[in-house]
């Protein structure tokens, strides 16, 4: 079995004796793109703290890339980047002028790689404005280009989706997937607005006070916590009471059923069932969004 590229062991976390981490544990395996999620305050930050060797922990170990965060600090962060609510930009310096600057520091040897980023995140037109003059999008965009000036293997970000447009948003998650396809980057993300990291995660830590409740990937949690499916059908067939084929469904307005089934697996014979007296035009799974999973999961670790 191949050694996990992230791994955390029962850490606890206190600020002046108040617990914010109370035993996280997981893995992440390299080339994952991995989501950690729970409510406001439960101690995400915290944790890409950890794993950066920002903070320390009170027990519990870590290790990332086969380094120790305290003792190896300077070296992960020689190999990873990092995207937070802070930026961490030099703002009276223009946006090419601090991409040259944190070129330097992370000893960046492509003198092209500048210009790339600034073409990728689309602020080549903006390159010589300082980037205290940027809005709040631009300045996440240009955080992120200084975030991979290195060509990173390993990626923390926290909301990096905050404060981008719609345009924004689509640029930088398709380059976050670009990246974990092109060179296997491994992505380590915290955000609340979970229709957008569904999109990009293959695998999860749910979290609350300072615990892992969950991890694994999109289907291992949804066999786990999916206790039914609702599979809403367009379809000209009128059930006569309120079972079809032994399963209920509800009239969801007009040529619309709704079916509460055990599992997917009695979608096609459902599907057969009706198609055989009527028409179908489409059937589609609603709860299974990201969403409808995570207050699954929150509901039964209340
Ligand atoms: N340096 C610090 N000193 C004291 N308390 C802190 C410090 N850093 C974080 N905390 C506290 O730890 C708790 C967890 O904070 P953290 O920022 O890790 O949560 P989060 O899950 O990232 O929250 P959000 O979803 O709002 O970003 C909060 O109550 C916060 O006030």
Avoid at 207 to 236: A, F, Q
Avoid at 249 to 267: H, Q, T, W, Y
Wanted: neutral net charge; glycine residues 8%.
């Amino acid at each position: 079995m191949t050694a996990a590229f992230i791994q955390v062991d029962d850490v606890h976390k206190s600020f002046d004796g108040r617990p914010v981490l109370n035993g996280m544990s997981f893995t992440v395996e390299e080339g994952a793109i991995v989501g950690l999620l729970g409510p406001n305050g439960c101690g995400k930050t915290t944790m890409i703290r950890l794993l950066n060797g920002v903070i320390e922990q009170n027990s519990g170990s870590m290790s990332v890339a086969g380094m120790n965060p305290l003792a190896d600090g300077d070296d992960i962060r020689r190999i990873s980047g990092i995207v937070t609510e802070g930026a961490g930009l030099y703002h009276d310096m223009s946006a090419v002028d601090n991409l040259k600057f944190f070129s330097k520091l992370y000893q960046v040897k492509d003198k092209s790689r500048v210009r790339e980023l600034l073409e990728l995140f689309d602020l080549t037109e903006h390159a010589n404005k300082p980037a205290g003059t940027f809005s709040t999008g631009m300045k996440k965009r240009l955080a992120l280009a200084k975030a991979l000036l290195h060509k990173p293997k390993l990626l923390f970000l926290d909301e990096p989706t905050n404060g981008l447009d719609p345009e924004g948003i689509r640029l930088v998650m398709k380059s976050l997937l670009e990246l974990n396809e092109r060179d296997g980057t491994t992505i380590f993300l915290c955000s609340h607005v979970l229709h957008q990291i569904e999109t990009v995660c293959s695998t999860y830590i749910f979290m609350d006070k300072g615990r892992t409740i969950v991890t694994g990937t999109r289907s291992m949690i949804e066999n786990r916590y999916m206790k039914s499916v609702e599979l809403v059908v367009e379809t000209g067939m009128l059930p006569a009471g309120d079972r079809y084929a032994g399963y209920p469904v509800r009239k969801e307005g007009l040529n619309r059923l709704r079916f509460s089934l055990p599992g997917k697996d009695a979608i096609p014979a459902l599907l057969r069932q009706i198609l055989a007296d009527n028409w179908v035009h489409s059937a589609e799974i609603v709860n299974r969004d990201l969403e409808s999973l995570y207050f699954e999961v929150r509901k039964e670790h209340a």
